[in-house]
């Protein structure tokens, strides 16, 4: 855990530096010396470092805040936590505090369920840091009233068949002299649509655990957040679009690098991937499989030296060329396309449906003594860009804000 209170009083020493730097160099009047803008450089680099460990430690003290077992404040529609809301809409669904929160859809009307109340909805839908890699770097719009309708978002229209000015939508700029007829251009404009789908877990727990509203406040919620977790990162990652999101693997956006060698990673192959990211802003991360670590611990130069594990005392470094390195499970096995990606996630857009909602059967496992809850959430993503960037200098080569590790 990073000590954020020193991590200020660096920030603080860090800025203030610079902006001697800056107030010298104007009281002078001039521009900085190649030996001052290598420091201030060299200092901005530290001061982006130390703003990404203060942002971590948040993220890390918002996320245990958000695991607490009773929420301190307000009257949570009147349950004292998340196991008694549970207990309620199994035992007693007629209790006025569930009224306000009944659910109903245009297709299961009053069958819906209910709704999780707002203070305990982080609960269910809160993502940890490690296990999802998307949603906490993706563009991420906010839910809106149930049923979810489609939202449309205009955007450029910069696809590489536009030619060479396609990154300005079509807008050209032309010289010409005095008294030349005017050339025209066309300005291109596209729409993003996002409708959230529906996703739907099952969870069966024993009357008994329910009976403990304390220990189901603990164990029933981390068990369906794991759920939602994998559902989405998977979804994110390589769903096909077919009532599902549309994923980064299957993003008309996305660039593929052919691997030198079948079931292996090259240091070629990173390098290929790295010459065609295009940052959008974000926080470029490589994404891989845990399967690939073999391949990525004994990458090689060109005189067959170890270059990003030189040794086996020192752990598994997490920078590749400077971007963290994620291990995770959704990934695809190494040496199938995917198996490693480099990808600047701001680029994805996720749009948050209404949910979760909740809704209860104690007759689906009556013989076992068990509830069976059924949660129900709805969400869409797909990619920002419709096709890979082209190079305002050199339009035949294109970049993108996903670079996907292909087959040879």
Known sequence: MYDTEKLTMQRTALITKMQGMLERAEAANRGFSVKENTEYEELEDQLDAIDRKIKSAKETNDLRNR?????AGGDNNGFRNLGEYLYTVVHNPGDGRLQELRAQTTKDGTAGGFSVPSQFSDQFMSVPAVPAVIRPRATVLPAGDSPDAEISIPALDQRTSQGGSHMYGGITVFHQGEGDQLTESNFRVRKITLKPK?????????????????????????????AVDGAEDTDFLSGDGINKSQGILNSPAAISINRATASQIGWADVRNMLSRLRVLGGSPVWTASQTTMSQLVQISDASSRAIWTPSAVEGVPNLLYGFPVLFHDRSPALGTRGDL??????????KNGSGPNVAVSEHFRFQNDEVCFRLTW???????????????????????PFVVLDTP
């Open 341 to 350: 990606c480099l990808c600047d996630y701001r680029g994805y857009l996720i």
């Open 378 to 400: 709805h969400t869409d993503g797909q990619s920002w860009l419709n096709s890979p960037i082209a190079l305002e200098g050199s339009t035949s080569n294109t970049v993108s």
């Open 198 to 226: 529906k996703l739907t877990a099952y969870l069966t727990a024993s009357s008994e655990l329910l009976a403990n509203w304390d220990a189901a406040s603990a164990t029933i919620p981390m068990l369906m957040r794991s």
């Open 67 to 71: 695991g607490s077992l009773r929420i």
